[in-house]
């Protein structure tokens, strides 16, 4: 379980494998003795298990390895030496939950549609952007104005929806601290539907169908 805060920007050093199943390093900056064999890590938002750590604290790295279903429904496939990712680590009993809960099980892959810088007032602070993004139906009827989602890890807060289009805007340290900052219309994300509206949308349909029996 996480909550969508990235903590780190990992940067996959190796990949191996084929298209059934892949074993990929990835470096990082986290203490590897306070990763354990067998633990979850969202990389990009899809929740991967480390079966491999070494290094040290602010130069380690950990293995993981993604087999074909993986493969399939995410863009984890694509990845090659030097790409950056989002990464979080599993989210402990007493930890902040500053975002939203987040399983880190890829739903579908999301094409970034637009970017738009927005200039904000005080130049100082960095430019925001705004992303328009569509979602693949039907899933596109669980992302609702206000609502949350898991875009690579990252929990945003939904603008704006028309049809299986949706905006988030990104401020300047969101841009910052993860890899939306080098993201660009034609991209592929992974998307996360929040669990609330998965199952608000699922007690509808029961209660629906109750009535009509």
Request: charged share 20%; hydrophobic share 45%.
């Amino acid at each position: 379980m996480f909550t969508g805060i990235v903590t780190d920007i990992g940067i996959v050093e190796r990949v191996e494998g084929g298209s059934s199943l892949k074993r990929l390093r990835i470096a990082c900056s986290y203490d590897p003795a306070t990763i354990a064999i067998g633990a979850s890590i969202a990389c990009a938002g899809c929740c991967l298990t480390a079966i491999a750590v070494g290094g040290e604290a602010g130069a380690s790295w950990f293995e993981v390895e993604a087999a074909a279903e993986t493969l399939r429904l995410t863009h984890v496939g694509t990845w090659q030496n030097g790409t950056r990712i989002n990464l979080e680590r599993a989210l402990k009993i007493g930890d902040e939950l500053g975002g939203h809960i987040v399983t880190g099980h890829v739903d579908a892959l999301s094409e970034i549609i637009s970017r738009e810088e927005v200039t904000p007032s005080d130049a100082n602070w960095g430019a925001t952007a705004r992303f328009m993004l569509r979602a693949p139906k039907p899933l596109h009827r669980f992302i609702a104005a206000k609502g949350s989602v898991a875009l690579d890890g990252v929990s945003l807060t939904v603008n704006h929806v028309e049809d299986d289009l949706f905006c988030v805007l990104l401020i300047p340290h969101t841009l910052a601290v993860t890899t939306f900052g080098a993201r660009k219309a034609g991209e592929p994300v992974h998307l996360e539907i929040d669990m609330m509206a998965r199952y608000a949308a699922r007690l509808a349909e029961t209660a629906a169908l109750a009535e009509r029996q």
